[in-house]
């Protein structure tokens, strides 16, 4: 099966990282080291516990410089494994494998790691109700990939672009002159999803009557969180966000809000431990 994702094109995906790593003469080291006819097989597996993340794609570099590689895929991307669990098998050509070795590590070992925080943050809050959001704190030109690593790890993606729904933060509201002001002309622009930063109790009632339709409740404590949730009474969903961790994340979603957003699950994720041993066949 073809993998796909909206606005993600595998094939120059490949292309370019490999061409970031091969420079003007290729893989000098191989071709020197390495009979061209040789062939290899491997095994690729974690050495810790994870959440699997980007199979396809790191499949995707070894296929590229050997189009007849045999690739045995063991587990598939959203599984939770042990350490030492075995993740895909691969025989062909010994230079094509080598070469696309470290390209294929780097990006399951990214994608993964962000899976398996991911899926730490969403057990963390198991039975709350509340449901786990990413953010648009992604690398460079990895958003797409990044936020398909936190959906494999149980999250729910946020905005992927800023044109999926307005937000709008301090800075819009200084300039508007205030947040009413500033939620008043999103809606006038007749923009359908409107979420609305707000930082203190007295903000949300404006926010509400001038047409927001999501609050995003930045940087208060437990018990303000409580307070604001119960003013808001449903009428729309609620965004706690700011600084949550592993420690306090549980407390925040047990105050009843809709969502919890966490940047660090792309901004900090630590990379899996994932490793690939060849032998000559």
Known sequence: MTFTLERFDLDRFVAETLAEDLGDHGDITSAAVIPAEARFRGVMDSRNAIVVAGLPIAEAFFRALDPDVAIERLVEDGARVPAGTDLIRLTGKARALLTA????????????????????????????????LDTRKTIPGLRVLEKYATRMGGAQNHRMRLDDAAMIKDNHVAVAGGIEEATRRAAAAGIARIIVEVDRIDQIEPALGAGATHLLLDNMDVAVLRE??????????????????????????????????????????PAADIGLDFEAV
């Open 101 to 132: 070795e470290r390209s294929a590590l780097n990006t399951l070992q990214h994608l993964s790691g962000i899976a398996t925080l991911t899926r730490a943050y969403v057990d963390a809050i198991a039975g709350t109700g509340a449901i786990l």
């Open 228 to 269: 604001a949730v119960a003013l808001v009474a449903g009428r729309v969903p609620t965004e706690a966000s700011g600084g949550v961790t592993l420690e306090t994340i549980r407390a925040k979603a047990e105050t009843g809000v809709t969502y919890i957003s966490v940047g660090r699950l792309t901004q900090s994720a």
